[in-house]
């Protein structure tokens, strides 16, 4: 049997990468992460958010994310076509929802273009939090977009880009004053009413 991939989405401080590591773990799947540092693209990408005097244009940055999620495409496709469940921690529905909150006059067709063909999550978490809690959650960090102003647009966008009613894989969970286990413990409940 084809092996599941599962997404989590969310905001910076969200929790979704504790999250994603938990249920690789518990499905005793394989965890991915984009953007994916450690590859070519995923350099280029890391001097991106890190250094704030080294520039691309939007349209670059965002054809880069989208080549990062394009390098790792085969082994993905390889390890679900062998049965293993892959877990992601952001993926297409950042990509989009990152560029459009830079420009929202952006076509959004344009925007999923270069993601066309990608191997598509079977199930799809965003985790909402409000921006009251976030700003509680350790505070936000020094890269590029983790600046709260910028965080505030790009919760709009994930909102406008999921489409919640029209695609069934997408489901948008409330994790608001939930603990680490009490998230899972909801996350875990859809995955198994959904027989995954
Ligand atoms: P992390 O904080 O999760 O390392 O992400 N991003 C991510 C985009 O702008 N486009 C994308 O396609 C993806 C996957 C979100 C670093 C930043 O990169 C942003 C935050
Ligand atoms: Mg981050």
């Known amino acids: 049997m084809r092996g599941r991939l599962i997404l ?4 910076d401080r969200s929790g979704k990468s504790t999250q994603a590591e938990i249920l690789a773990n518990r499905l005793n799947g394989q965890l991915f992460k ?4 450690s590859t070519p693209i995923g350099e280029i990408i890391n001097k991106f958010l890190t250094d704030p ?11 880069l994310f989208s080549a990062n999620r394009w390098e790792k495409a085969a082994q993905l496709n ?18 989009i929802a ?9 076509d959004v067709e ?14 799809t978490f965003f985790l909402t939090v409000s921006m009251e809690e976030l700003g509680t959650r350790k505070g936000w960090g020094e890269e590029r977009y983790e600046k709260e102003q910028f965080q ?28 680490i286990d009490e998230t899972t413990l909801k996350l875990w409940s859809i995955i198994e009413a959904r027989g995954l």
């Open 8 to 11: 989590i989405e969310g905001l």
């Open 34 to 37: 984009f953007p994916d540092r």
């Open 53 to 63: 005097t080294f520039e691309l244009s939007d349209e670059s940055v965002h054809l």
């Open 78 to 95: 390889k390890l679900l076509s062998e049965g293993t469940h892959v877990i992601m921690d952001r993926y297409v529905y950042s990509g």
């Open 98 to 106: 990152y560029s459009l909150a830079k420009d929202k006059s952006r």
């Open 110 to 123: 344009w925007l999923y273009g270069p993601d066309v063909g990608l191997p598509k999550p079977d199930l």
């Open 152 to 179: 505030l647009k790009v919760k709009e966008c994930f909102l406008k880009v999921l489409r919640v009613d029209t695609d069934p894989t997408i489901e948008i969970v409330d994790v608001n004053g939930l603990s």
